[in-house]
């Protein structure tokens, strides 16, 4: 697989994908209407009846919620929050347009969709950590209500259920939280149990821990050179290490002012040894390689991966085969975070809307309760109880994840058979204490692809490392209205 467009996977250019909204139509986007009528959702053909200023009523006479999202996760999670509220299922019903962020679609689509307003503007919609502060904190944070018009007594609602730092980071625009988010997606290198056993003697979390990372990152190479010389890539390819290097260190802009933090040069050497040591098998993230290695296939035997709960659960349990039961959890060499779904409402929205977007909010971010959503989420319940309402159609597989609320995570099961019965929460829920959202920015997808760019170069030998960097500060220079400093 050619390495740039395996590492480029990671994202689009986005200032560039704005463009195209002005230019027609972006194709398809993967947008949907799935609504269920019997749980406070409006199907596609419902007969509207009538306005009642800048809302609209359904033919029951329901006011109509406008919902947007980028997956359907809290799409289902408003249709249980209405089947188990009947007293605002009776009076609202959410309409939802759930489009794929693939190609920045999704906002593409939702930036003039809030700037348009009038009664077909979102009333509530969701962002993913790559763009939220874009919603938060960037160009588009007008249009993001406080949540304390909302929820009452909201930061001591904050502090009681013990919220992860950094998701209340990311959703604060001054002292203001305008969005929070309902899962912890802090990070966790997840390894091969043989492979550790092989190489290092142990499949001990904490030894493994402590053997890829006691000292950063040159640990985790001493590590990888050992996997190597027994026959074993320590990872698929270099984009594996970025998602624990990119949302650490300080972030690229400051003060309209370019930053490079250590920890990002650090990357290209790192970048540069993983290829020239054969110590990875060169591989991106999503691809072929990346999803064979999960189930033990490949030249090589790959040792770890680095990520959150979401990526066991989602993403390796259908791929690992023959490998399932094989995998731990450790603490990384580095704190970090990947992904996750901040909720956001529009700050127009009418004041019909208030009270039961606030008490959504309040049962979807901040609920510690077993009738909450993120007791539910955490236990690998919420699909089965999707499924008793009648929402969906099978009550699919227990998927346990790891929620934003620390008083929740205290009281869950994160033992899980995939892990050989160990208990993930248990290093995953400390891992939202070492990650922080102050090394993100609303221009990081650009800025990451550059970056990559010039790393990928260096590391195979196209480019001296001197020339990378400068290249590298004349794409920011050249593309953006960030300053440089170029001594």
């Not at 230019?23 to 053909?45: L, Q």
């Not at 979807?364 to 008793?388: S, V, W």
């Amino acid at each position: 697989m050619n390495k740039k467009k395996g590492l480029l996977l990671l994202g689009v250019a986005f200032l560039a994908a704005l463009v195209l909204v002005a230019c027609g139509d972006s194709g398809d986007t993967g947008t949907t209407n799935n609504n269920n009528n019997d749980n406070g959702a409006a199907p596609n053909d419902a007969p509207e009846g009538t306005t009642s200023g800048a809302l609209r009523t359904d033919g029951d006479g329901r006011y109509i919620i406008n919902a947007r999202a980028f997956t359907d996760e809290v799409q289902n999670a408003s249709y249980l929050f209405m089947y188990l509220h009947p007293e605002f299922s009776e009076q609202f019903v959410f309409e939802w347009t759930v489009i794929s962020d693939q190609d920045n679609a999704y906002s593409i689509a939702l930036d003039p969709a809030l700037s348009g307003g009038g009664i077909d503007m979102p009333h509530i919609f969701t962002a993913e950590s790559a763009f939220a502060l874009r919603y938060t904190q960037g160009m588009m944070a007008n249009y993001a209500m406080p949540y304390s018009q909302l929820i009452p007594n909201l930061d001591a609602r904050i502090a009681e259920a013990g919220i992860a730092p950094f998701t209340v980071e990311i959703g604060t625009r001054g002292s203001d939280v305008v969005g929070l988010a309902f899962q912890s997606t802090g990070g966790a290198m997840i390894y091969r149990r043989s492979i550790a056993q092989s190489v290092f003697g142990t499949d001990d979390p904490v030894e493994i821990a402590n053997i890829t990372g006691a000292n950063g990152w040159d640990s985790f190479l001493d590590a990888a050179r050992e996997l190597e010389s027994a026959g074993y890539a320590a990872v698929v390819g270099a984009g594996d290490l970025w998602q624990a290097i990119r949302t650490t260190g300080s972030p690229w802009v400051v003060d309209n002012q370019l930053v490079i933090d250590p920890a990002r040069l650090q990357m290209m050497e790192l970048h540069r040894a993983l290829y020239n040591e054969n110590l990875m098998l060169d591989g991106g993230a999503w691809s072929d390689d990346w999803f064979g290695a999960m189930g033990g296939t490949g030249d090589r035997e790959v040792f770890s991966f680095f990520g959150p709960a979401w990526l066991i659960n989602h993403v390796m349990a259908g791929n690992v085969n023959d490998t399932y039961g094989d995998w731990a959890v450790a603490v990384p060499p580095a704190g970090f975070f990947w992904g996750g779904t901040w909720t956001m409402v529009n700050a127009d929205t009418p004041s019909e809307l208030h009270e039961v977007l606030g008490a959504f909010l309040e049962w979807l971010t901040l609920d510690t309760t077993p009738d909450g959503f993120q007791y539910r989420f955490a236990n690998g319940i919420f699909t089965r109880d999707l499924y008793e309402a009648g929402i969906t159609s099978s009550p699919g597989n227990v998927t346990k994840d790891v929620v934003a609320s620390s008083v929740v995570m205290d009281i869950a099961d994160g033992h899980i058979d995939m892990l050989g019965g160990q208990d993930m929460f248990a290093t995953f829920a400390p891992a939202a204490v070492y990650a922080t959202g102050s090394a993100l920015t609303e221009f990081d997808i650009d800025i990451n692809n550059w970056f990559l760019d010039q790393s990928e170069l260096y590391a195979t030998g196209a480019k001296s490392f001197e020339d990378a960097v400068r290249d590298f500060k004349q794409a920011v220079e050249d593309q953006t209205l960030i300053q440089v400093n170029w001594d």
